[in-house]
């Protein structure tokens, strides 16, 4: 039992099709795990299966995917994680369709609000990220 009062979360537009929102979850898992300097704390375990095969980097830390109604509720999530100090990488409309190279030039012609955000992971302290997300429902 991983009992360091941490907590990892993700919270998913609904609005966004299925298979887009699981792009977006894979590139932001991906960039969260990438940019965190303290590996151990993301509890990255190697499980062995019964013929000895390594099955590793598989997290021992629970992984909660919650649904948020809309972009806006991600945008508000994300003013609340820079408040609170909270480690967050988020996904927005922006990040799709195109090269990297197209992606990268049209975020950064897109001012903020008019951002659709679809996706944030979020990792802090227990307390804090639970308050932050409390208002969300698990992803179904």
């Not at 299925?18 to 795990?33: E, P, R």
């Not at 369709?97 to 944030?120: A, P, V």
Request: hydrophobic share 35%; charged share 25%.
């Amino acid at each position: 039992m991983i009992d360091d009062h941490k907590k990892l979360v993700a919270v998913l537009n609904e609005k966004v099709e299925v298979g887009k929102a699981m792009n977006a979850l894979a590139h932001m898992s991906l960039g969260f795990g990438g940019s965190t300097t303290d590996k151990e704390e993301l509890k990255l375990m190697n499980y062995k299966d019964g013929n000895g095969n390594n099955h590793a980097n598989i997290s021992g830390r629970p992984f909660m995917i919650l649904s948020a109604r809309n972009g806006n509720q991600i945008r508000t999530l994300r003013a609340a994680a820079i408040a609170n100090n909270i480690r967050f990488v988020d996904f927005t409309n922006c990040m799709t369709e195109g090269t990297y190279e197209d992606q990268i030039k049209r975020s950064g012609e897109t001012k903020e609000e008019n951002l659709d955000y679809w996706g944030m992971v979020l990792f802090g302290d227990e307390n804090i990220v639970s308050e932050l997300t409390k208002k969300f429902s698990l992803w179904k």
